[in-house]
């Protein structure tokens, strides 16, 4: 795969991506509705299920756009001969990481500074960015016959989304804090889309150019999902759909699909300055559109998906060792491939591979790195051993035999009916 992908996604957690309040421990939010966290002192879920139950929306879009990321990354060798397929593949780069990086905002909102939250996000961000930077590296080096060196300041390929995610919810506060985080993140993103002199430490364009996407996360709430899962939207969504086919079809021969990675700034992609502005103003508008529209179709049910919702990152970041193993063997370079009977093969070729990288078995083997424990790497929190140790003496006050307990803390049952309290003499007896 070209380095123009240099990762145009994350998808995932992205990818964009279990969204427990504050993330899971892969580093992709999973989806835990906040409804359901509040809803669980009285025992029920959003939905009318058990409390803490996830909800299987979030599950079946993390998946969902999951899948298009590693069809998208197919599509970028292929596409090159193919005006239909550059049209799908500027369709599907408009929203399917704009969606993901909404969800991870979403499942977000409450973080904080907490220990417990801060060691989840080391260890499910920070540290498979780590790994997984590290593999790519000597993976592109060792087979791909680079020159490439490890650099933990310049993500490569698709760990570019690790790094953003992280540099987003440790800024979380901060938006919960500002009157209107909203519009201000649209600034600082068209300020970063004309602003070539910020560079590629920890890919800040893709980050900055983002950011508003994960605000507008933070900022949704649970009705906002159920109006766009409404039937007058998803009616709607079919024609502005076939309408974003059309015009990508329009537009693939004319426009520099580069604008939908945000990776770069206007005057990088030469053009001046102000096009950069009104080009990424666009595109926020139209990624909200289809975003809202690919929202509108995913299934709110349970289906045989859903679970491998929770293992988007896995099934995003090892993927991308499998596609660049075939680039670097040539086997996107075959003539047949470039045909549209090949071009369908690989699609579906790409949706069997994510799926399978998404299952609880290849989860399990990667645990190591996508989900380290690491106990020894923290200190115990204060408050935390206090609290176990009160569970512990509470625990052994109650394993007690009831012999050995003093006579006011047994039960009044082990008592006779007639028998009066403890310490009182009947009256009439000497």
Same mark, same amino acid.
């Given at each position: 795969?070209?380095?123009?992908?240099?990762?145009?996604?994350?998808?995932?957690?992205?990818?964009?991506?279990?969204?427990?309040?504050?993330?899971?421990?892969?580093?992709?939010?999973? +989806?835990?509705?906040?409804?359901? =966290?509040?809803?669980?002192?009285?025992?029920?879920?959003?939905?009318?299920?058990?409390?803490?139950?996830?909800?299987?929306?979030?599950?079946?879009?993390?998946?969902?756009?999951? #899948?298009?990321?590693?069809?998208?990354?197919?599509?970028?060798?292929?596409?090159?001969?193919?005006?239909?397929?550059?049209?799908?593949?500027?369709?599907?780069?408009?929203?399917?990481?704009?969606?993901?990086?909404?969800?991870?905002?979403?499942?977000?909102?409450?973080?904080?500074?907490?220990?417990?939250?801060?060691?989840?996000? #080391?260890?499910?961000?920070?540290?498979?960015?780590?790994?997984?930077?590290?593999?790519?590296?000597?993976?592109?080096?060792?087979?791909?016959?680079?020159?490439?060196?490890?650099?933990?300041?310049?993500?490569?390929?698709?760990?570019?989304?690790?790094?953003?995610?992280?540099?987003?919810?440790?800024?979380?506060? *901060?938006?919960?804090?500002?009157? &209107?985080?909203?519009?201000?993140?649209?600034?600082?993103? *068209?300020?970063?889309?004309?602003?070539?002199?910020?560079?590629?430490?920890?890919?800040?364009?893709?980050?900055?150019?983002?950011?508003?996407?994960?605000?507008?996360?933070?900022?949704?709430?649970?009705?906002?999902?159920?109006?766009?899962?409404?039937?007058?939207?998803?009616? *709607?969504?079919?024609?502005?759909?076939?309408?974003?086919?059309?015009?990508?079809?329009?537009?693939?021969?004319?426009?520099?699909?580069?604008?939908?990675?945000?990776?770069?700034?206007?005057?990088?992609?030469?053009?001046?300055?102000?096009? @950069?502005?009104?080009?990424?103003?666009?595109?926020?508008?139209?990624?909200?559109?289809?975003?809202?529209?690919?929202?509108?179709?995913? +299934? &709110?049910?349970?289906?045989?998906?859903?679970?491998?919702?929770?293992?988007?990152?896995?099934?995003?970041?090892?993927?991308?060792? #499998?596609?660049? @193993?075939?680039?670097?063997?040539?086997?996107?370079?075959?003539?047949?491939?470039?045909?549209?009977?090949?071009?369908?093969?690989?699609?579906?070729?790409?949706? =069997?591979?994510?799926?399978?990288?998404?299952?609880?078995?290849?989860?399990?083997?990667?645990?190591?790195?996508?989900?380290?424990?690491?106990?020894?790497?923290?200190?115990?929190?204060?408050?935390?051993?206090?609290?176990?140790? =009160?569970?512990?003496?509470?625990? &052994?006050?109650?394993? &007690?035999?009831?012999?050995?307990? +003093?006579?006011?803390?047994?039960?009044?049952?082990?008592?006779? =009916?007639?028998?009066?309290?403890?310490?009182?003499?009947?009256?009439?007896?000497?």
């Amino acid at each position: 795969m070209t380095d123009s992908l240099r990762l145009h996604d994350h998808q995932g957690s992205p990818p964009p991506p279990d969204p427990r309040p504050t993330g899971p421990a892969n580093g992709v939010p999973g +989806p835990r509705s906040p409804r359901a =966290a509040a809803a669980a002192a009285t025992g029920a879920a959003p939905d009318g299920g058990p409390a803490g139950q996830r909800d299987p929306f979030f599950d079946n879009a993390k998946y969902l756009a999951i #899948v298009l990321v590693a069809m998208g990354h197919v599509w970028d060798p292929l596409k090159g001969q193919s005006r239909v397929l550059e049209a799908l593949y500027m369709v599907v780069y408009a929203f399917h990481m704009p969606a993901f990086i909404v969800i991870s905002g979403y499942f977000s909102r409450t973080f904080d500074m907490r220990p417990d939250r801060l060691k989840r996000l #080391v260890t499910g961000v920070l540290v498979p960015y780590v790994l997984f930077e590290t593999a790519y590296s000597l993976f592109s080096r060792w087979v791909g016959g680079s020159d490439l060196t490890v650099s933990l300041l310049d993500p490569w390929y698709l760990t570019w989304f690790l790094a953003a995610l992280f540099v987003w919810r440790l800024t979380t506060p *901060l938006w919960k804090l500002v009157r &209107r985080p909203l519009p201000l993140t649209l600034c600082i993103g *068209l300020a970063a889309s004309v602003s070539p002199e910020i560079g590629n430490d920890l890919d800040l364009q893709r980050v900055l150019q983002y950011l508003p996407f994960f605000v507008l996360g933070l900022c949704l709430k649970p009705e906002h999902f159920r109006l766009a899962r409404r039937r007058e939207v998803r009616v *709607l969504s079919v024609p502005v759909m076939i309408a974003a086919l059309a015009v990508g079809y329009w537009a693939a021969p004319r426009m520099n699909a580069a604008w939908f990675f945000h990776r770069d700034s206007a005057q990088e992609l030469g053009v001046p300055w102000w096009t @950069g502005v009104l080009m990424t103003l666009a595109l926020y508008c139209c990624s909200l559109l289809l975003t809202t529209c690919f929202f509108a179709w995913v +299934p &709110r049910r349970r289906y045989w998906f859903t679970a491998l919702g929770a293992g988007t990152l896995c099934g995003y970041l090892l993927h991308g060792l #499998v596609l660049k @193993g075939c680039d670097y063997a040539g086997w996107f370079d075959r003539a047949w491939l470039h045909e549209p009977l090949g071009e369908a093969l690989a699609t579906v070729a790409a949706a =069997a591979l994510i799926t399978a990288l998404c299952t609880r078995p290849v989860r399990r083997v990667f645990r190591f790195s996508m989900e380290p424990r690491m106990e020894w790497a923290f200190k115990r929190d204060a408050a935390e051993v206090a609290r176990e140790r =009160a569970k512990a003496d509470a625990h &052994r006050a109650g394993a &007690r035999p009831a012999a050995a307990r +003093p006579a006011a803390a047994r039960p009044a049952a082990a008592r006779p =009916a007639d028998a009066p309290p403890a310490g009182v003499r009947p009256v009439g007896r000497a």
